[in-house]
C-alpha cells in the first residue's frame, strides 16, 4: 500500500500566520501537524509515499527531506493550483500505479493514528474506506448518510440541510477503481474535483464504500481555535523532561523544558513546552502552551497559547488563547489617555469594560 499526503493548501482561515508560512508546518507542541500525519503513516506500515505540495513546495521540502527521518520514502508531486482533494489523487495517478492507497490531509490530526483501519482495509478490501467523526455543525463538512445497517448510502459536501452529523474525517483508503471515476469526474460548482462526488459516484456504480465511525479526537487544524485545541491534547501526553537550566524557578506538572532553554525567577505549569535555546524571564508560563526554540519571555504572562520560534514577549500583563508567530515582538503600548474610537452601525449593541 502507498499514501498520498495533501500538504499544498493555502491556509486561509490561518493567516495571517500563513502569509509567511506553510499551515501544515505550524507546529503544535512545537512540531509541525504534518509531522505526526507522517509518523501515523509509517505507523501503519507504509512506506511508499508522495506529498502533494503547492506554492509552499520549498518549505514542505526543506522540513519533510526524504522522508528517512519518519522511517518513510518521499516523492513530492506538484499541484499547481489548489483544485479540489480529487484531483491531488488525479495528478498522484502516475505514483500511485495499481497500488491501494490512503489519502491523509497534511493539516489534519488523528488521535491514536491509523493503523487499525489501515490493517481493516486490508482484510476487507472495500473499494474505498472512509473515516467519520460527530460533529456539531455538519454544513462545515462533506457529509455521509448511513443506512439502518451503517452501510454508506450517501454523500454531499457542505450541504445546506444535512442528513446526519457524521462529517468525513481527513483520511481516505481506495482501491485503483477509484481512478476510473475521478478520470470522468467534473468540476463542481467551487471549480473543484470533490472527493464526495467521486465517493457518490462509486457507490452508484454499485462499488463498495465501507466507513469507520471513529469515537477518538480528531480535528482539522485549519483555524487557530482548532491549533490550540489539538496543542493542548498532544501536551497532555508529554513525559516531563528538563534538559535545560532553571534558576530560582517553580515548575509544576509535566514540563519539558529542552536544551539550551534558560528559565529564571519563573514559574511554568504543566503541561507546557520550552524550545530549545529559550529564555524565560521574570514571567508565567501557564499550562497547555509551547513556547518555540530561541523565543524570549520577560515579565509577563501567558496561557493555552502557542508561541512560534524566535519571538519576544516582554513586559505585557498577560496573553491567552494566542497564536503568535516567527520573530514577533509583543511589547507594551505607550501610557496614552484611555478613550475608545468607534464607528458603529445602527442597532449595534457594545460592551465597553473602562
Known amino acids: ?16 500566520i500563513t502569509h509567511t508560512h506553510a499551515k501544515q508546518l505550524v507546529p503544535v507542541a512545537n512540531r509541525p501537524v504534518l509531522f505526526y500525519g507522517l509518523e501515523a503513516i509509517a505507523e501503519a506500515g507504509i512506506r511508499d509515499v508522495g506529498v502533494v505540495v503547492g506554492d509552499t513546495h520549498a518549505e514542505i521540502e526543506a522540513a519533510v527531506g526524504d522522508g528517512s527521518a519518519f522511517g518513510i520514502e518521499v516523492t513530492y508531486l506538484r499541484q499547481e493550483a489548489p483544485l479540489g482533494l480529487a484531483h491531488a489523487v488525479l495528478i498522484a495517478r502516475d505514483f500511485l500505479g495499481d497500488d491501494p492507497f490512503v489519502m491523509y490531509l497534511g493539516d489534519n490530526f488523528v488521535l491514536g493514528g491509523i493503523t487499525g483501519i489501515v490493517r481493516g482495509f486490508a482484510e ?28 454508506v448510502v450517501g454523500l454531499e459536501e457542505k450541504p445546506a440541510r444535512p442528513k446526519s452529523d457524521l462529517a468525513l474525517v481527513g483520511v481516505y483508503l481506495f482501491t485503483p477503481v477509484v481512478h476510473e471515476v475521478i478520470a470522468e469526474l467534473k468540476p463542481s460548482a467551487r471549480g473543484e474535483l470533490e472527493i464526495t462526488e467521486t465517493l457518490q459516484l462509486l457507490l452508484d456504480s454499485g462499488r463498495r464504500v465501507d466507513s469507520t465511525v471513529i469515537s477518538g479526537y480528531w480535528k482539522d487544524t485549519g483555524n ?10 498532544v501536551l497532555e ?21 529542552e536544551a539550551g532553554a534558560d528559565v529564571s525567577r519563573s514559574r511554568i505549569v504543566g503541561p507546557a513546552v520550552i524550545g530549545a535555546g529559550s529564555v524565560i524571564r521574570d514571567s508565567y ?30 513586559g505585557v500583563g498577560r ?12 511589547t507594551p503600548a505607550a501610557q496614552t489617555p484611555r478613550a475608545h474610537r468607534l464607528v458603529l452601525g445602527d442597532h449595534s449593541r457594545v460592551q465597553i469594560s473602562s
Do not use: H, W
Request: proline share 5%.
Open 1 to 16: 500500500m502507498k499514501a498520498i499526503v495533501l500538504a499544498g493548501g493555502s491556509g486561509t482561515r490561518l493567516r495571517p
Open 124 to 151: 476487507r478490501r472495500p473499494d474505498a474506506q472512509i473515516m467519520l467523526t460527530r460533529v456539531p455543525d455538519p454544513r462545515q463538512f462533506g457529509v455521509a448518510e448511513l443506512d439502518a445497517g451503517g452501510r
Open 224 to 233: 487557530v481555535a482548532d491549533m490550540l485545541e489539538v496543542n493542548r491534547l
Open 237 to 257: 501526553s508529554l513525559e516531563p523532561r528538563q534538559d535545560g537550566v532553571v534558576t530560582d524557578s517553580e515548575i509544576i506538572g509535566r514540563v519539558v523544558i
Open 285 to 314: 508560563v501557564g499550562p497547555f502552551t509551547s513556547i518555540g526554540d530561541r523565543c524570549r519571555i520577560d515579565a509577563s504572562e501567558i496561557e493555552y497559547s502557542i508561541v512560534l520560534r524566535d519571538a519576544a514577549i516582554s
Open 319 to 330: 496573553i491567552e488563547a494566542s497564536l503568535i508567530g516567527r520573530d514577533v515582538e509583543v
